[in-house]
């Protein structure tokens, strides 16, 4: 008996060591992704896919880096752009500046397929501006230069054993009804049929509003960028009432950044209150005091004062903000933002910046 005993033992150890070996090569194989590479200029992207073969029901991982030099702007694609076949479940934007300058901005998403079989991850667009001295910001008759990454092709596998049917029948055929009650199950059935449909449509309107009103964190200093850069390309002032708007949409932009940035939260104070709480904030250097001090006052003269600008002034003061903002990017903090409000936060016109 004790002989006996001493060989299930063993036998169930072989096992649990196999269990174990077996278990350690399938966490190897799900650690292995798929990686495309484009690379352009002074800009270099990189999307992985992980795992590579996902079953379904798991979670999948992609990551969008974007790697630039110096001086270069890069506009990162938005928010689950070409990935509406999927479920997002996560995303986390973050960005890394290194001690020589070079930029790192990369997006994860954690998705999830809706089913199993071929699938694919389109090919992923990023845009840089040049910036750098004695560079072509961009191409001519385009705002920007274009990387567009390879596609990634992928299969997720099924929970199903290979060779499984994929009707499912009944083993006994289907029952025949009664003649003198098919009438009233016709009805039921309808009546059914429309109790599922409306519950379709209200799931998929509170998905959809969930969808929207998802919160997402972005750059202090890259939301302030793409407002203002927004604002320099619309914005042609001719008239003294579009000039004043202009100077009301540029203020607007910089005093946010500043609430954003230095925590100086302060919308209701008079440009020389407002300076005086920036003279306290530790944070903020001399010079660039001086830096906020001139463009404020620039732009109460022409918003209070009525006092007329000048192209020339006009382009001094967009230089002034453009620089203050550009000094100031380092350790930006991250701040929550809908996707609904995008649009919003964002001047698109003169004329709806300046009503608000």
Same mark, same amino acid.
Not at 165 to 194: F, I, N, T
Not at 284 to 299: M, S
């Given at each position: 008996?004790?002989?006996? !005993? ?46 590579? $073969? ?91 230069? $274009? ?126 209150? !407002? ?70 936060? $964002? ?10």
């Amino acid at each position: 008996m004790m002989s006996g !005993f001493r060989d299930r033992v063993q036998l169930f150890l072989q096992l649990l060591l196999l269990s174990s070996i077996a278990s350690g090569s399938r966490a190897d194989e799900q650690s292995d992704g798929r990686t495309v590479r484009s690379e352009s200029g002074p800009v270099r992207v990189q999307v992985t896919l992980t795992p590579a $073969e996902p079953i379904i029901g798991d979670e999948i991982t992609l990551r969008i880096s974007v790697t630039s030099a110096p001086e270069v702007e890069v506009l990162m694609p938005e928010f689950g752009e070409a990935l509406d076949r999927y479920t997002i479940l996560d995303f986390v934007p973050r960005q890394n500046i290194a001690a020589d300058g070079t930029v790192v901005n990369e997006q994860r998403y954690t998705l999830q397929p809706w089913q199993s079989g071929d699938q694919m991850v389109p090919p992923i667009l990023v845009e840089f501006i040049d910036r750098r001295p004695g560079q072509q910001e961009a191409p001519e008759d385009l705002d920007a230069y $274009e990387i567009l990454t390879e596609r990634i092709d992928f299969t997720v596998q099924s929970v199903l054993p290979a060779g499984t049917a994929a009707e499912l029948r009944p083993p006994h055929g289907a029952l025949a009804l009664q003649a003198e009650s098919d009438a009233g199950w016709s009805a039921l059935q309808w009546v059914l049929l429309s109790l599922l449909a409306a519950a379709v449509i209200a799931a998929v309107i509170v998905f959809w509003r969930r969808m929207r009103r998802r919160v997402i964190r972005i750059n202090a200093w890259q939301r302030a960028r793409r407002q203002l850069d927004r604002l320099l390309q619309q914005a042609d002032p001719a008239t003294p009432e579009q000039v004043a708007e202009f100077f009301v949409a540029i203020s607007r932009i910089v005093r946010r950044y500043l609430e954003d940035r230095f925590g100086l939260r302060a919308p209701d104070l008079t440009t020389e209150e !407002f300076l005086a709480l920036a003279a306290g904030a530790h944070n903020l250097t001399r010079e660039h005091q001086e830096l906020l001090q001139d463009f404020l006052r620039q732009a109460d003269l022409v918003k209070f004062a009525g006092v007329s600008a000048s192209t020339a002034e006009i382009q001094r003061s967009s230089q002034l903000a453009l620089r203050f903002l550009d000094e100031t990017q380092e350790n930006a903090p991250l701040v929550e933002q809908q996707d609904e409000d995008d649009a919003a936060a $964002e001047p698109a016109t003169l004329q709806e910046v300046s009503s608000g």
